[in-house]
């Protein structure tokens, strides 16, 4: 059976180290059985599990459209015009003290495991080497439900949709492999090299998997400008 607290304390950590590393001032992840709703998550603090929650609550928000749609949600100022997409949902927020806010799927290829969602205080978008460390927390957070879901650790519904554990070693060993191969042709530290494979997929609109077999697939390489 699993084990909800331990669950969601390895991601109420995190995202606290989510808060640390990145320019927000606050974090938290849900993961989901499927798009219809929440199975369990982790905050940095209980203001960003609030504004998590409620979006689940009430069907909207950035977390929700992530979730839904399969690509991050970036609103550096919800006082602006694209807040007025969450009629409900964007007045809670500003009255919470955050102005900001940016959700990320979690996924692997058409696989939707939840949503990472970062709240700042103050206006301003997350982009440059803050939207690449992002992009690298939301991997470390899908690997660790990954991980989760290998060690029989999961939500309601379980997960991933019928997905066994081999398929995630597969997707973490293309990862990895092309990673050492963006490290070799470049002379890049891993770090660096995984930033470059995420940033790559996020600028060519596909998903890191398939970036990464394409690499390993030599049909690729990564020595050249980001798709415009």
């Given at each position: 059976?699993?084990?909800?607290?331990?669950?969601?304390?390895?991601?109420?950590?995190?995202?606290?180290?989510a808060v640390s590393?990145?320019?927000?001032?606050?974090?938290?992840?849900?993961?989901?059985a499927d798009t219809a709703g929440q199975g369990y998550s982790?905050?940095?603090?209980?203001a960003s599990a609030h504004l998590n929650d409620l979006q689940f609550a009430l069907g909207e928000g950035p977390c929700w459209d992530a979730t839904r749609h399969g690509h991050p949600v970036?609103?550096?100022?919800?006082?602006?015009?694209?807040?007025?997409?969450?009629?409900m949902f964007t007045p809670a927020v500003l009255a919470a003290g955050f102005?900001?806010?940016?959700?990320f799927p979690l996924q692997i290829g058409a696989i939707r495991l939840g949503a990472l969602d970062l709240v700042r205080a103050r206006p301003g978008s997350l982009e440059g080497d803050a939207l690449a460390d992002a992009l690298i927390v939301v991997d470390v957070a899908a690997l660790t439900v990954i991980d989760a879901a290998a060690g029989d650790l999961r939500g309601p519904a379980g997960l991933p949709l019928g997905v066994g554990p081999d398929a995630f070693g597969m997707y973490r060993a293309e990862i990895h492999q092309a990673t050492g191969m963006v490290m070799a042709q470049l002379g890049v530290s891993a770090q660096e090299a995984l930033v470059r494979l995420r940033a790559y997929a996020y600028a060519a609109g596909r998903t890191p998997d398939e970036v990464a077999r394409?690499?390993?697939?030599?049909?690729?390489r990564l020595d050249g400008d980001l798709p415009g």
């Open positions: 059976m699993a084990d909800r607290s331990r669950d969601a304390s390895v991601l109420e950590r995190l995202c606290t180290g590393a990145l320019p927000v001032d606050g974090a938290a992840i849900s993961v989901t982790g905050a940095s603090d209980p970036l609103v550096g100022d919800l006082t602006g015009p694209a807040g007025r997409r969450w009629p102005q900001g806010i940016f959700a394409d690499i390993v697939g030599r049909r690729l």
